[in-house]
């Protein structure tokens, strides 16, 4: 039964895919990637999987699944076909297009500034040999760093710029290549931190201004052998990454080949990576009116601004903490600091809104997950494309849900993205007011 249930839902994922497909003819329409966001996380860990983040996946388990996976996305796509009209900011809109003719020099500075935080992080950790050597202690060494890290973001910032700067002007037929240096310096300071996210994140952002800006792609060019190839190359060498994080590191490998001979054993468990299926299925199983959170976790998301070197009993931003530690048998919850399991198992949007008022939650929680989609997508397409909403389309289909530790991650990507922009857009646009009035006025 658990292989027609994992059936089901993957035909049913993928019915929503090929609608909004055929529809947009778009393969990054918010839906589309909604829907293939959920067919890796969940559908292979429901057919197979035994053991998921240390829960048993029983029959039983993936049916009640199945069900409540079910609503969320009928919810989501109710939310995203609902019309409630939140009209963006003009002026804001005016202000942020107005960096436009910059977009070389834009690109250049957040480049920089990326490739200058991550060289200031490395020498402060000990240089690349050390971060290396102890790779198996990721969370040690990353500890008090989160500024940093998060401005090394701005690498991608940067080379997302100057491709649409590429774009615009058309002076290169393989604008991809032109950015290639800058990309495989952004990769290997993130790869070397064996950071599979930043590395998925920094590909797929670059991809989506490549998609809208140079020439989109459609599932027909996406079969062809050549972009299949470099799939794969991309499949590997995510796959490699974590291979590396352990005691022996970079010594239990004499080879490339034998790296990649293991990265190959180790494809069929990138699924495992993905999956959110087993602590889903933990939460609809275990949370029920008696420990719902009803919604104190709101409580870590409004202390995330207060360092923790000031309050030391501060509440964890990420509410993951409290999931792996109920998985493990420890009863707690937001906005307590007291977990003992000092690992983190991260909520789905449906597991964060199901924890915190069960089914209505879920409920809610998706139709307003849908409306995000909406609102970002139709800004989107107003803009005619424009690469700082492309860059916040992608943070938002690739982060955002509602935990506080998603919140944090998508305020801080966007926040630092806008900040400076504004800052000089907004001088620009007073500038730009001052001409006008003066002229008006000659």
């Known amino acids: 039964m658990r292989l027609i249930y994992g059936v089901l839902t993957g035909v049913i994922l993928a019915m929503v895919f090929w609608h909004n497909y055929k529809e947009s003819k778009d393969f990054f329409h918010p839906l589309c990637f909604f829907a293939i966001l959920q067919f890796l996380r969940y559908v292979p860990t429901m057919i197979s999987g035994d053991v998921d983040t240390a829960v048993v996946i029983t029959e039983d388990g993936v049916f009640l699944f199945m069900i409540m996976e079910i609503i969320s996305v009928a919810c989501v796509c109710l939310g995203f076909r609902l019309k409630i009209k939140i009209g963006p ?5 005016d202000v942020i297009g107005l960096y436009n003719s910059h977009l070389l020099l834009f690109g250049i500075v957040f480049f920089s500034i990326g490739v200058l935080t991550r060289l200031i992080f490395i020498v402060q950790k000990g240089g690349i040999q050390y971060i290396l050597s102890n790779i198996v202690h990721k969370v040690d060494l990353v500890t008090g760093s989160g500024y940093l890290l998060t401005f090394g973001n701005f690498m991608t910032y940067g080379i997302c710029f100057i491709l649409s700067y590429l774009a615009q002007r058309k ?10 240096p800058f990309l495989a310096i952004d990769i290997f300071l993130f790869a070397f931190m064996s950071d599979r996210t930043a590395v998925m994140r920094s590909l797929m952002m ?16 996406l079969l062809k052998p050549q972009f299949m190839v470099g799939i794969a190359c991309v499949v590997l060498f995510i796959v490699a990454m974590p291979l590396l994080r352990t005691k022996e590191g970079f010594d239990a490998y004499g080879s490339l080949s034998a790296l990649l001979s293991d ?19 933990f939460i609809y199983q275990n949370y029920n009116w008696n420990n719902y959170w009803f919604g104190t976790n709101i409580i870590n ?44 198992y991260p909520f789905s949007n449906q597991g964060i809104m199901y924890t915190n008022f069960g089914l209505v939650g879920l409920i809610v929680g998706s139709i307003l997950l849908g409306i995000v989609y909406r609102y970002a997508f139709d800004n989107l397409k107003s803009s005619r494309y424009n690469v700082v909403l492309i ?15 998603d919140m944090v991650n998508v305020l801080s990507l966007c926040g630092y993205l806008l900040i400076p922009l504004f800052i000089f857009g907004g001088y620009r646009f007073r500038n730009h007011v001052v001409r006008t009035k003066c002229e008006n006025e000659s």
């Not at 468990?269 to 959110?276: G, I, R, V």
């Not at 998301?301 to 009993?313: D, M, N, Q, V, Y």
């Open 171 to 180: 002076q290169s037929r393989h604008p991809l290549l032109i950015i290639a």
């Open 89 to 93: 900011d003009k002026k804001a809109s």
């Open 301 to 344: 998301f409004l202390c995330a601004i207060i360092p923790a070197s000031i309050w030391s009993g501060k509440p964890p931003v990420d509410e993951g903490y409290y999931l792996s530690n109920a998985i493990a048998g420890y009863e707690i919850s937001p906005p307590s600091n007291n977990y003992i399991y000092k690992s983190s």
């Open 206 to 221: 670059i991809f989506m201004v490549y998609h809208y800006q140079c020439k989109r792609f459609t599932l027909r060019s």
């Open 391 to 405: 860059i916040i389309m992608q943070v938002i289909l690739y982060n955002f849900s509602f935990t506080s530790h």
């Open 263 to 281: 990265a190959v054993l180790e494809v069929g468990n990138l699924f495992y990576w993905f999956s959110y299926a087993g602590r889903d299925i």
